[in-house]
């Protein structure tokens, strides 16, 4: 069947804003950027170890599927919101996809899209802290955990300070400029791995290697398995669909795309999922050639104390944390918006989606400042709508950091939030919301929306079951 450029949707703006304001006009290069970014992040840094878990050739086999996979749902949620509408008025979201196919399962995505980002924002600050320990500690010489600078809990009560400060924009736009920058950060970090891995002289993955007082029998480099056995590969599963998740920001995509075609953002999914991909490719490879079984769940953890690698280390710490408020933001939304319902006491209200920087799922009541000028509103909504701003951006920061202080392994984050949020948001959502909306299709297209609401419901029970029964 064919789709309706998203190009050819009326333009009118309903809410008597600009419309010049409101026209898309991002570069596909713009798009790529900023999706690749949502997908690279701290996954990049658990995702050897799962590969090591599950064996390289099981490993790539399953990053090729959560590839595939991912890219589908992507595309099932585009061609939902052309078939939807998109208007600079009514911007698409998750929200107005979900109200168009399923108005019950919009409470369920607004949970699942929260959920999800809280679990990665909470990684960052965890990687924050894994990070710049070691730094710290080649930095100042110190090993004893003596020194302020060198305790992982100094390093996440500053990452929150500093995440605190930009996290209370009410756009996103300052933020987007870094994207670029978050790339490099990437591909460097990707190529001190591969680097390392290759052997050469002044580059020994092993240098000063010596274990810890918690495991005296650890090896620098484990064994280098092809396959593992199944209770190993399964309790990894999910961060695999983790390591792939974005699909909160391809409306932002949509939205935002200029001269908007379904093929120009078919163009920016298949360009973003498949530099993912080849990252993911190598790091996965060129850290299990080095280490094998004896990756840890954060990578940097495995490498020598010396400059370039705590230059990466600090890379990466402030490439988190300015990713943090892209986590934030559509959990902030979403949780608004399940507030607006609760005030509402039923689901029938009108809310009307509006334009979300991330692809969340919003509502006119849930951003009062994306389409409403703030003297359409009463003295007392509007005090109300600030109150829950910031309300519920204090309790998000001081929940994270709260879990982040606990909780010392990434890999556990990692590997909750994937089997839970990311596959739903991933997997199950795109898959209900296409088959919901082109009930009356027959195609491959609705055959393959089923096999990914297939897939999704058979990982979540099982991933979790192996993740909470694996020694």
Request: aromatic share 10%.
């Amino acid at each position: 069947m064919s789709y309706q450029p998203l190009s050819s949707l009326p333009t009118a703006v309903a809410d008597g804003t600009s419309k010049a304001q409101q026209q898309p006009n991002a570069s596909s290069l713009s798009c790529i950027a900023n999706l690749t970014n949502t997908i690279l992040g701290s996954g990049m840094l658990g995702l050897p170890f799962a590969f090591s878990a599950a064996g390289s050739i099981t490993g790539t086999i399953l990053l090729l599927i959560a590839a595939t996979f991912s890219s589908n749902g992507l595309m099932l949620l585009s061609i939902s919101a052309t078939h939807v509408g998109i208007t600079p008025s009514t911007p698409s979201s998750f929200y107005s996809v979900a109200q168009a196919a399923y108005p019950p399962s919009t409470a369920l995505i607004d949970f699942a899209v929260a959920f999800k980002c809280f679990g990665v924002a909470t990684g960052y600050l965890i990687t924050v802290g894994d990070c710049m320990v070691d730094a710290m500690k080649f930095i100042t010489g110190k090993d004893d955990g003596g020194l302020l600078v060198i305790q992982r809990q100094f390093w996440i009560v500053l990452a929150s300070l500093l995440v605190a400060s930009i996290s209370f924009f009410r756009t996103l736009d300052a933020l987007k400029y870094t994207s670029m920058v978050s790339v490099v950060f990437v591909l460097a970090m990707t190529v001190v791995i591969v680097l390392y891995s290759m052997g050469i002289e002044g580059m020994e993955a092993c240098d000063n290697y010596a274990p810890t007082d918690d495991d005296l029998d650890a090896v620098c480099v484990g064994d280098k398995d092809k396959f593992t056995s199944f209770e190993s590969t399964m309790s990894n599963l999910a961060v695999f669909v983790f390591s792939f998740t974005c699909h909160q920001n391809i409306f932002s995509v949509c939205n935002e795309i200029k001269d908007r075609t379904q093929a120009k953002v078919n163009t920016v999914i298949f360009t973003s999922i498949g530099a993912a991909l080849l990252l993911y490719l190598m790091v996965a490879w060129a850290g299990f050639n080095t280490f094998g079984s004896s990756l840890q769940s954060d990578i940097l953890l495995n490498y020598p104390q010396n400059a370039l690698v705590t230059t990466m280390r600090i890379f990466v710490a402030f490439l988190v944390i300015f990713s943090y408020p892209l986590q934030l933001d559509p959990s902030r939304r979403c949780i608004i918006t399940l507030i607006n319902k609760l005030r509402k006491g039923n689901g029938d209200e009108d809310f009307t989606p509006v334009k979300d920087e991330e692809g969340g799922a919003g509502s006119k009541d849930s951003e009062t400042d994306a389409s409403i000028n703030s003297k359409d509103l009463g003295g007392g909504e509007k005090a109300l709508e600030n109150v829950m701003f910031y309300g519920i951006t204090i309790v998000f920061l001081v929940a994270s950091f709260s879990l982040a202080m606990i909780v010392t392994s990434l890999g556990t984050i990692l590997n909750v939030v994937g089997a839970t949020g990311s596959t739903m948001v991933s997997y199950i959502l795109p898959g209900v919301v296409y088959i919901k909306l082109f009930e009356g299709e027959t195609g491959w297209r609705k055959r393959g929306a089923m096999l990914q609401v297939g897939v999704g419901c058979i990982i979540i029970p099982v991933a979790l079951y192996f993740i909470f029964h694996t020694d």
